[in-house]
């Protein structure tokens, strides 16, 4: 793939994402937060606590306000192609809200605060998932949660609990103890949600296995079971002996027969298995390698080896 064929099939799919996403968080709030009066975090929940005060004040007017106000502040920490993206989120956000409040029917999906709650913290967890992949936000709040994540190097989902809560308990005064309670479940939701939706698809499995047979279990698994290793040099702790170890990074589905391969190869082999939350590189997220004289390179061979 030429290298603005891969430029223009990145920006179609972050593209898609950040207007998907949008959507999803603009339909939630219509059907489910909005008609249910539930609390929230984000610009959407201190836009209600105003709208609760000042009956008059268009709720979507102000989120657009505020999150061209935070989009600065992307840009200074976070760089031009997070501001550019966001931009289009911060637009986007509220002007999809708008028009999904004048859907009809919307705000009558359920009648019971608890499911709406449910199904509002669990597509919250997706539509930011969505959004943040690709490197953007959906403007707000979620701005802060990801500077904070860049300058402390901790997990976005954290960060969006905190600023969630924070929000949600400065809205005591103005919601009741049920709106406070069912905008918690929100929050809960959301946050577990979002961690499976950063990693759906990056996740893989580590193995790694200790064996007198190394050249017999690389060859299986080249062969038999279509995935890359790397070869590591080892020395064994009581006996001093050198030897190597068969290292490979693959998909959940494919552990069973790689770990008995290995087993076939030697029965008696030391054989560890990690859970990688993501895995970068040839065969991941770039093409595999080619050999010369034709060929491919098999999928990857972990760390970028050839």
Same mark, same amino acid.
């Given at each position: 793939m030429r290298p603005y064929d891969k430029?223009?099939?990145?920006?179609?799919?972050?593209?898609?994402?950040?207007?998907?996403?949008?959507?999803?968080?603009?339909?939630?709030?219509?059907?489910?937060?909005?008609?249910?009066?539930?609390?929230?975090?984000?610009?959407?929940?201190?836009?209600?606590?105003?709208?609760?005060?000042?009956?008059?004040?268009?709720?979507?007017?102000?989120?657009?306000?505020?999150?061209?106000? #935070? +989009? =600065?502040?992307? !840009?200074? *920490? %976070?760089?031009?192609?997070?501001?550019?993206?966001?931009?289009?989120?911060?637009?986007?956000?509220?002007?999809?809200?708008?028009?999904?409040?004048r859907l009809p029917g919307i705000g009558s999906l359920t009648d019971s605060p608890l499911v709406a709650a449910v199904f509002a913290g669990s597509l919250m967890g997706v539509a930011l998932g969505l959004v943040m992949r690709v490197g953007s936000s959906t403007g707000g709040t979620d701005i802060v949660n990801?500077?904070?994540?860049?300058?402390?190097?901790?997990?976005?989902?954290?960060?969006?609990?905190?600023?969630? #809560? +924070? =929000?949600?308990? !400065?809205? *005591? %005064?103005?919601?009741?103890?049920?709106?406070?309670?069912l905008g918690v479940i929100v929050i809960v939701l959301e946050t577990l949600v979002l961690d499976k939706a950063m990693l759906l698809g990056k996740s893989r499995v580590q193995v790694f296995a200790v064996t007198e047979q190394y050249e017999e279990v690389r060859a299986l698994l080249l062969d038999r079971a279509d995935v890359g290793v790397t070869m590591l040099h080892i020395e064994t702790g009581r006996l001093a002996r050198e030897g190597k170890g068969v290292l490979c990074i693959i998909p959940q589905r494919k552990l069973f027969e790689a770990t008995e391969l290995i087993r076939a190869a030697d029965p008696h082999a030391f054989i560890t298995v990690t859970q990688i939350r993501e895995v970068r590189g040839r065969g991941f997220t770039e093409e595999r390698a080619r050999i010369p004289g034709g060929g491919e390179r098999h999928k990857n061979e972990t760390g970028g080896a050839i």
């Open positions: 430029l223009w099939k990145r920006a179609a799919v972050t593209g898609v994402c950040v207007f998907a996403g949008n959507a999803l968080m603009a339909f939630l709030v219509a059907a489910f937060i909005i008609p249910h009066d539930i609390v929230m975090g984000g610009t959407t929940g201190i836009g209600l606590v105003l709208h609760r005060l000042l009956p008059q004040l268009d709720v979507s007017l102000f989120i657009l306000i505020l999150n061209i106000l #935070l +989009v =600065i502040l992307g !840009l200074i *920490v %976070l760089g031009r192609k997070f501001a550019l993206t966001t931009v289009a989120s911060s637009l986007m956000y509220p002007v999809l809200l708008g028009l999904m409040q990801l500077v904070l994540s860049r300058v402390t190097h901790r997990p976005v989902s954290v960060f969006v609990y905190i600023t969630d #809560l +924070v =929000i949600v308990a !400065l809205q *005591v %005064l103005t919601a009741t103890s049920e709106q406070i309670l």
